[in-house]
């Protein structure tokens, strides 16, 4: 994309995961309102890029892509040549300001010899020689909040800082299709089940989630499982259990039809997981259940949502699993597994009773 060169361009270096994607919404947008007519750019991962397609706050995403172990790994910049080639695309923009948002000491590495004058990110990894300003990372906060730090520390006033993605009317269309060519009429309440985590041992059993499902159905609900193509042979293991008015989506949808379904759920329950971020995003009602992990940091960010958390004295743990604990008689961790169906279900009941519209409102 072709722009000013009398503009002050700006570099926010933040890939990865779909969570910390759909979690740097906040700062882009306040940075954007301080900056109206700045050039910014957006270092992204292919894999995630698609949950912020639409952002109104940035000109450009640029996908950075070396070889890793995580699933959005493409592995465009996989030789040193490709990664001399990106930096050396990245220092003929010649960006006045780089924000490095992602911890590591290879994304200060790549904000230094990106050329720009000023480098603000986290004071980690012994990299702030790198910076010109480094900033304090809190973990007893939100990453919400820590992004939004990097900003202050700047000098740059933040108002907000509400997430929000966007989806087109055509996959709004796509998405109700979807619903409808699944046997799901136009005026049924819809909760959305995730029962699936990047790390299987953080996740609720699918046993409890297709109890879940059938409780919901009962109090006049219809679930809708949710899941990437990944995910299908785990929840083979346990669909039937899921009762026969359960919608079973799992590797059926994209990513991007997921987010506008997503819009359509009265209720989100799921595991510590990117696409429980997304529910936030959208707005909805959202119960979040976490075991090992402390949601202080990468909990819902929602102020419609409720935590189930089961502290134990090794909560949160280093996530070396059965090294530190025994696993209960379903392969999960104690502090997981001491969550019942019942607290889920209460809590759900509890979250759709307090977000329902008001008369006046209907």
């Not at 894999?47 to 397609?53: F, K, L, N, P, S």
């Not at 998405?175 to 790390?199: D, R, W, Y």
């Not at 019942?342 to 008369?359: G, I, M, R, S």
Request: aromatic residues 8%; contains cysteine.
């Amino acid at each position: 994309m072709s722009h000013d060169n009398a503009k002050k361009k700006i570099l926010v270096l933040r890939y990865r995961f779909i969570g910390d994607t759909i979690l740097t919404v906040p700062f882009l947008r306040n940075l954007r309102l301080a900056e109206p007519d700045a050039y910014i750019a957006w270092v992204v991962a292919p894999g995630t890029a698609a949950v912020v397609d639409g952002i109104p706050y940035v000109d450009e995403l640029i996908c950075w892509d070396p070889v890793t172990i995580h699933a959005d790994s493409r592995g465009t910049h996989k030789t040193l040549g490709d990664k001399v080639k990106f930096i050396r695309d990245l220092r003929t923009r010649r960006f006045d300001k780089v924000y490095v948002l992602k911890r590591s000491f290879g994304s200060a590495l790549i904000g230094y010899l990106s050329g720009a004058r000023k480098r603000i990110g986290f004071a980690t990894e012994g990299r702030s020689f790198l910076l010109t300003k480094s900033v304090p990372y809190r973990h007893d906060q939100h990453e919400v909040q820590n992004f939004l730090d990097v900003l202050r520390a700047d000098g740059v006033p933040v108002i907000d800082d509400q997430l929000e993605y966007w989806t087109s009317k055509i996959e709004e269309s796509q998405a109700e299709e979807l619903l409808t060519s699944n046997g799901v009429g136009p005026g049924e309440k819809l909760v959305a089940l995730h029962p699936f985590s990047s790390i299987i041992e953080r996740g609720w059993h699918l046993d409890n989630f297709a109890e879940l499902a059938n409780r919901m159905t009962e109090s006049g609900y219809r679930p809708l499982v949710l899941g990437a193509p990944n995910d299908r042979g785990l929840y083979d293991t346990a669909a039937d259990k899921f009762g026969a008015k359960t919608v079973d989506l799992v590797g059926k949808s994209s990513l991007r039809i997921t987010m506008a379904l997503l819009k359509r759920c009265a209720l989100f329950v799921g595991n510590d997981s990117g696409v429980m971020h997304l529910a936030a995003a959208a707005d909805i009602p959202l119960v979040a259940i976490f075991g090992p992990q402390s949601p202080v940091k990468f909990g819902p960010w929602s102020r419609r949502a409720t935590v189930i958390y089961s502290q134990f004295p090794c909560s949160p743990c280093r996530q070396k699993f059965f090294t530190e604990c025994e696993p209960s008689l379903h392969g999960k961790p104690e502090c997981i597994e001491s969550i019942t169906v019942a607290a889920v279900d209460a809590a759900c009941k509890e979250l759709l009773t307090k977000t329902a519209p008001k008369p006046e409102e209907i």
